[in-house]
C-alpha cells in the first residue's frame, strides 16, 4: 500500500476510535453525577425522628436513610423505599415524605458515591445497595424480611425509576410509582450520541425488561408519572412502557419538564400513594 494511503488509514482509524474511546472512558461522568448531602438535611431528617442506616457492600459503607412513620405502628407500616434522578439525592425524597400520608415510612436509598456512600454507582452496585440497605432495615425494626417485603412499595423518579424497578424484581415487589422514566438506557444514547455508538453503553439500565418481569406478578401495578414538556426524557418512552402493560401500568401525562414535574404532580403523587398502599 503506498505511505500516502496508509497514513490516511490510519488517520481515519483515529477519527473513527477516539469518540469510541471517549465513550468508553467517561460514560459514567456523563450517566451519574454524584455529590455529598448539604448542610442541613441529615439534621431535618433527624428532626423527624429519621435515622441512617449504615452497611456495606462490595463497594464500600453505604448509608441508607430511614424515616419512620408520623402516626400509627411503626412495624405495620407501609413503607415507601424511594430513589432519586441521577443529579438528586436520597433526602430530596424528605419534602414528599413531609406531605404524604403520616402512616407512611420512607427507605430513602443513595447510590454508591452519593450522599455518605462510599464507592462508584453502577446497575450491578445499586442493585446491591438496595438489598442491602432493606435487609438491614428488617433488622433494625426487628421483622422478618419477607414481612417487610409484603407491605413495601417503590418511588422513583428518572434513573431513580431505573432503580426503583430493579428493587423491586430483586425483592418480589409488585406496586410501585414510576416519575419520567426511560425505557432503556441504551435508548437514551441513541437520542443523545446516535447510532451505533449507542451500543457502546455499559450501564445498561432496561426498565423494559424490569417491568416486564415485575409485571409478570398477577396482582402488579404500577403508576408512571410523566412531564408532557420533558426535553430531556420523552414522554413516548413512558407511553410505550404503559402500552406493554395494559391492566397493570397507568400512565399520567403531566405539566412541566424533566425537573420540575414532582412540583405539578404532588396532589395526584399523594393520591397515588394511597391508592398502591390499600389505604
Known amino acids: 500500500m503506498h505511505p500516502i494511503w496508509k497514513r490516511l488509514l490510519r488517520l481515519a482509524l483515529i477519527a473513527m476510535l477516539t469518540p469510541v474511546a471517549f465513550l468508553l472512558s467517561c ?134 425509576a431505573a432503580a426503583a424497578l430493579m428493587t423491586a424484581e430483586d425483592l418480589g415487589i409488585h406496586r410501585g410509582i414510576l416519575i419520567s422514566p426511560f425505557t432503556s438506557m441504551t435508548d437514551m444514547g441513541r437520542q443523545v450520541i446516535g447510532w451505533p455508538l449507542c451500543y457502546l453503553n455499559l450501564h445498561r439500565f432496561d426498565n423494559r425488561k424490569t417491568l416486564a418481569a415485575v409485571c409478570q406478578h398477577p396482582e402488579a401495578r404500577f403508576t408512571i408519572f410523566h412531564g408532557i414538556n420533558d426535553n430531556l426524557i420523552p414522554i413516548r418512552m413512558s407511553t410505550e412502557l404503559a402500552a406493554a402493560h395494559p391492566g397493570k401500568v397507568t400512565l399520567h401525562p403531566s405539566p412541566g419538564g424533566h425537573n420540575d414535574v414532582l412540583q405539578f404532580i404532588q396532589t395526584q403523587l399523594t393520591a397515588e400513594t394511597l391508592k398502591l398502599s390499600g389505604l
Not at 460514560?27 to 455529590?35: A, G, K, V, W
Not at 442506616?53 to 419512620?68: K, N
Not at 433526602?91 to 456512600?117: S, T, V
Not at 438491614?136 to 421483622?143: D, I, M, T
Open 27 to 160: 460514560q459514567s461522568s456523563l450517566i451519574y453525577h454524584p455529590r455529598p448531602n448539604e448542610p442541613g438535611m441529615t439534621e431535618h431528617l433527624e428532626n423527624n425522628r429519621g435515622e441512617r442506616l449504615t452497611y456495606r457492600t462490595s463497594q464500600g459503607r453505604q448509608t441508607a436513610w430511614y424515616r419512620p412513620p408520623y402516626r400509627g405502628p411503626e412495624n405495620g407500616a407501609p413503607l415507601w423505599i424511594a430513589f432519586s434522578g441521577n443529579g438528586s439525592l436520597a433526602l430530596d425524597w424528605m419534602h414528599f415524605a413531609g406531605i404524604a400520608d403520616g402512616r407512611f415510612a420512607w427507605l430513602m436509598i443513595d447510590y454508591p458515591g452519593y450522599g455518605e456512600c462510599e464507592g462508584r454507582p453502577t446497575p450491578k452496585a445499586i442493585r446491591e445497595s438496595s438489598v442491602a440497605a432493606l435487609n438491614q432495615l428488617a433488622v433494625r425494626l426487628k421483622l422478618p424480611r419477607e414481612v417487610l417485603i409484603s407491605r413495601s412499595q417503590v418511588i422513583g423518579h428518572s434513573l431513580g
